[in-house]
């Protein structure tokens, strides 16, 4: 520990088991997405054209695809997956929470590996998956004691479930999707990795089917395809509204 | 190999699944057994020095092998170099078995695996995917193709 430095202060970088961690990038096991992605290098830097590997909550990037070894990992715990303004098309980011948080800027080569990439980020925490594992369990307990037939309410979480507190709802001047239009996972909206259900909230009324925290209209007893193509030319207009009204900064 | 240090800093910072001061030896030889606050977190377990509140160091714990060792005692490797062990000295048996088995289900892949599970056995059962209502049945990460070997 260098003189002058209070007790208990270490100017040392914090250990990571990176040698674990390249074995787990490049590991035979199929990946949760992979593709090229543009990443911005810092706030006024270049795009650099890298192949992003996202395996868990890990995003991996390299080189190339060739590589054997990342150049470097995003770890996606309490970030938030948002459309962005920016001269790249079809750009996208990975916003942490905090004072000086990073936030990285990506871009795909397609309006549909954007949305691709979105999708998958945006469930990509530990947090998300441990929630939809304990409502399964629940709901495997409830059906396995004979509760009710195909058509189960879901059950909330009756635990508190030890997830990342909420992160405190940023306000970005980014452009959002209407308010009107529900968050949807399958929809372009923001989408959020933070917990979607919270402990000691008011529970809504449970017609089976249907996600706890975000009730939808009539329109819900549609088949799921059909929905999601209503949704999906809804939100291409109001891009294209959205695009064609924005100022060129 | 980059990564993001102060949001993993951050993430240790949160509620723990588990945290508790054990004796803690890392892998290279002639390590000497430390006190430190071990602490897991999704899937990593992070180690304090015991009066600091940043983190010394982190281990992801994807393909990881926990492995009793003497009594009260554990070790952490990983599966491309199992002799390269972090070992750790709890101060009961019990201790000892509830850490092993926390950190044998801390994996991402483990959690992966549990979900896969349970969406086949309620299936089974209901005869309905219980991720339709989640919107996320068609999602590459929940199929069957993604159990390893």
Partial sequence: MAPGFPPGFS????????RSLAFYATCDAPVDNAGFLYKKGGRHAAYHRRWFVLRGNML?????????????????EGCTVELVEAAEEFAFAVRFAGTRARTYVLAAESQAAMEGWVKALSRASFDYLRLVVRELEQQLAAVR???????????LPLSPTPALPSTPALAPPLPRWPSALPPKENGCAVWSTEATFRPGSEPPPPPPRRRASAPHGPLDLAPFARLHECYGQEIRALRGQWLSSRVQP | MRYNEKELQALSRQPAEMAAELGMRGPKKGSVLKRRLVKLVVNFLFYFRTDEAEPVGALLLERCRVTREEPGTFSISFIE????????????EEQCQEWMEALRRASYEFMRRSLIFYRNEIRKVTGKDPLEQFGISEEARFQLSGLQA
Avoid: Q, T
Wanted: negative net charge; aromatic residues 10%.
């Fill in chain 1, 145 to 155: 004691s004979g509760a009710g037939g195909p058509a189960l309410p879901l059950p």
């Fill in chain 1, 60 to 76: 991996f990037y390299f080189e190339d695809a060739a590589s054997r070894e990342p150049v470097g990992v995003i770890i996606l």
């Fill in chain 2, 81 to 92: 170099d199992p002799e390269r062990k972090y070992h750790f000295e709890c101060s009961s």
């Fill in chain 1, 11 to 18: 100017i040392a970088a914090m250990k990571l088991n990176e």
